[in-house]
């Protein structure tokens, strides 16, 4: 269990794209370990490798305990629908603030797992809103970009005043 250091905004490397893997090995399944491991003591819901500096597409979920965590690997969304929701978005990387973010109510994703299977998921609510953030996050696009310039603006306030304060 290796809880690993996590990349603060505003890091450049969370705005660099991820490489996709292409080994299947015990490093990657280490990895997968450790994004859990570390997302649970952030504590946070969903992280990826730029999260914490590797810059590799691997995705850990943990929407609740019953379901368990899901590890993504070059994840990429197939289909998404024509409807869309708004839900409260964070970061692991912005630690307490969050907004309204605008996401396809539905995405169907394909990607791999740990062992290199290719696999597809379809999903709803929460689940894809967290798809679409984590994809957006492997592509360098930080969460906070899809909010208005004004609403951006006021949320980096916050958080650098948050920061200046902890």
């Known amino acids: 269990m290796t809880i ?4 603060r905004y505003p890091d450049r490397r969370l705005a660099l794209p991820a490489r996709p893997v292409t080994l299947f090995d ?3 399944r280490e990895l997968a370990q450790d994004l859990l491991d570390t997302m649970r003591a952030a504590p946070g819901i969903g992280i990826t490798a730029p999260h914490v500096g590797v810059p590799l597409r691997v995705v850990v979920l943990e929407l609740d305990a019953k379901d368990g965590p899901h590890t993504y690997v070059n994840p990429e969304i197939t289909w998404a629908s024509p409807e869309m929701i708004m839900h409260r978005e964070g970061s692991v ?3 307490g603030v969050n907004d309204e973010v605008q996401r396809h109510a539905r995405v169907q994703i394909s ?3 740990v062992e290199g ?7 709803e609510a929460l689940r894809a809103v967290c798809h679409q953030h984590e994809i957006d996050q492997l592509d360098g696009m930080f ?3 899809r909010l208005s310039r004004l609403k951006r603006e006021r949320l980096v306030k916050k958080y650098e005043k948050m920061s200046r304060n902890s």
């Open 143 to 145: 969460w906070i970009q």
């Open 4 to 7: 690993r250091p996590i990349v």
């Open 117 to 123: 299977n290719v696999q597809s998921e379809e999903s």
């Open 111 to 113: 990607y791999r797992d």
């Open 26 to 28: 015990d490093a990657l």
């Open 93 to 95: 990387s912005m630690p």
